[in-house]
């Protein structure tokens, strides 16, 4: 018996894509290697890690869009939006979907969840939704992973740990190797070593060499939080002097 695809197998640029690689985001290192060689979405947890601007947060972005996800975030049928802002990229992709694989999927980002807690507030599920403008950033996050994240399908997080704490990130990881142990799919852009430091997860570090597979030890970022919590003074000394 065959064992069930992933949501996404793999994802590559269509040959018509009509932009130059030297125009934005084409210009950037990572998603111009996207472009030329396409990625192959490991099952289960995949995170993408690496400096603000590196592209992690473009490609993040551009998946969940050309999957069928809404730019600002929620499910493959949530329809809302503000102020588009999203680059391109998303149409100059195709997806490879796992066959018999879920089509459900859920963008979480960040910058745009007081939109989105309006948008389900206009248009409430089958049942109650929690009220989530009269919760802390933190708890409404929380409210959308037990809410949300419920069922083995594709999900994209762009900087989760932005609303939470250090207890509610070990909470976020309990449910999302959960979700992956079910068969469930997720890429993830962090900042968090303590986020990337999931067992078994797939790293992708992302930067001026575009995009390179890394253990959670060999990050650029758990290399500069170590240095840092083991002598926050010597770090601070050169910026504040």
């Known amino acids: 018996m065959l064992s069930p695809q992933p949501p996404v197998v793999a994802v590559t ?3 018509d894509r009509g932009s130059p690689l030297s125009t934005w985001p084409g210009s950037i290192p990572a998603v111009r290697q996207l472009l030329d060689r396409g990625l192959r979405l490991d099952p289960g947890i995949t995170f993408l890690v690496g400096e603000n601007g590196s592209g992690k947060s473009t490609i993040l972005e551009g998946i969940a869009l050309a999957y069928g996800m809404s730019p600002e975030g929620g499910s493959t049928s949530a329809r809302h939006g503000t102020r588009p802002t999203e680059s391109p990229l998303s149409d100059w992709l195709r997806m490879q979907r796992g066959v018999g694989a879920s089509r459900w999927g ?28 009269e919760m802390s950033h933190g708890e409404s996050f929380l409210a959308i992973l037990e809410t949300r994240f419920d069922s083995p399908a594709f999900y994209c997080l762009d900087e989760p740990e932005a609303a939470l704490s250090f207890t509610s990130t070990l909470a976020l990881i309990a449910k999302l190797r959960r979700i ?3 068969g469930g799919q997720i890429l993830c852009a962090t900042h968090s070593p303590v986020l990337a430091a999931i067992p078994g997860a797939a790293i992708l570090e992302v930067g ?23 002598s926050p003074k010597r770090y601070l000394r050169h910026l504040l002097d």
């Open 13 to 15: 640029a269509y040959d």
């Open 106 to 133: 859920f963008f979480l980002r960040a910058e745009t969840m007081h939109s989105f807690y309006t948008y389900l507030e206009a248009n409430p599920s089958s049942g109650p939704e929690p009220r989530f403008h």
């Open 180 to 182: 992956a142990d079910e």
């Open 208 to 230: 001026s060499w575009g995009m390179r597979r890394s253990s959670w030890e060999d990050l650029e970022l758990v290399h500069h939080w170590k240095s840092y919590l083991d």
